[in-house]
């Protein structure tokens, strides 16, 4: 039983405090300036924010400037992954069909 107690003490004293954790994004441009490439974009100049309680107990919102990682706009989007996955798709749907008909599987009866 103490054991027990003591994995779980070891446990609850290490678990990180995420209150001041920066995000992925911050972190991609953490010593990098401006417009330097950061994954899948650029580093721009933004608004960052963390709601905390305030004195009355209601939360409030900070806000402050910081550089994080943006996805630029010449990459590479969504729209051109999706058409490959089509195309691919109608490649394996067509080849599927030719081997069915050259194996008679889908000849039509006459």
């Known amino acids: 039983?103490?054991?027990?107690?003591?994995?779980?003490?070891?446990l609850s004293w290490s678990v990180p405090v995420l209150a001041d954790v920066p995000s992925p994004e911050q972190e991609a441009c953490m010593g990098k300036e401006v417009g330097d490439s950061?994954?899948?974009g650029e580093c721009a100049m933004t608004k960052c924010s963390r709601a905390r309680p305030g004195p009355d107990g209601k939360l409030e919102t900070m806000e402050w400037d910081c550089v994080q990682c943006v996805p630029s706009t010449a990459s590479s989007t969504g729209k051109?992954?999706?058409?490959?996955?089509?195309?691919?798709?109608?490649?394996l749907l067509g080849g599927g069909v030719w081997f069915a008909y050259r194996k008679g599987i889908a000849r039509p009866t006459a």
């Open 80 to 91: 051109g992954r999706i058409a490959i996955g089509v195309v691919a798709a109608l490649v």
């Open 1 to 10: 039983m103490a054991r027990v107690l003591v994995i779980l003490a070891v």
């Open 38 to 40: 950061c994954g899948g």
